[in-house]
């Protein structure tokens, strides 16, 4: 009965386990996986860039806007300083992210905003995005990137980490 049991416990741990092996950070679901939430971090910033607020509001999770969608429209639809007509949204090589406190497991990407191409004037961010509810990726942490530090994968997971 006990050889029985260990078997039965093997099959459900391999049962379990292979359908779950796709949703790790290799081959191609998790290449599928990671591509989509950089898209979803290249939307969130060009959303703020085009300032519609409702569209970036609701691409965070509501952790990281601090209430509604309609608080966080109003938070943010204050006049601009300036205008960039010719800023571009770029992105940089996405890596996966174990949960860590509030923050849950996901896909870390860098995300930069060229404000004038032509002077090189660029913000970087490192984002985390996290699965919602409804399966879209959500953005749920935010932190500046020093370029002069860097700004590849390793610095953008570094800064994430810095800045739980």
Not at 1 to 16: E, K
Not at 108 to 114: A, P, Q, S
């Amino acid at each position: 009965m006990t050889a029985r049991l260990v078997r039965t416990a093997g099959l459900l741990t391999v049962m379990v386990a292979v359908p779950l092996a796709g949703c790790g950070g290799h081959g191609a679901g998790g290449e599928e996986r990671r591509a989509s939430a950089v898209e979803a971090a290249r939307r969130y910033q060009q959303a703020q860039l085009d300032k519609e607020w409702k569209v970036a509001c609701e691409a965070v999770t509501q952790r990281l806007r601090r209430g509604t969608v309609a608080a966080c429209v109003e938070e943010r639809n204050i006049p601009s300083i300036g205008s960039y007509p010719e800023a571009r949204v770029t992105t940089g090589k996405p890596f996966d992210m174990e949960a860590d406190g509030p923050h849950a497991a996901g896909v870390g990407v860098r995300v930069t905003l060229y404000l004038d191409p032509a002077t090189g004037n660029r913000i970087d961010t490192a984002l985390r995005l996290v699965p919602g509810e409804d399966g879209a990726w959500l953005v749920d942490q935010a932190a500046n990137l020093d370029a002069s530090l860097g700004t590849g994968p390793d610095a953008a997971r570094a800064r994430l980490d810095e800045a739980r």
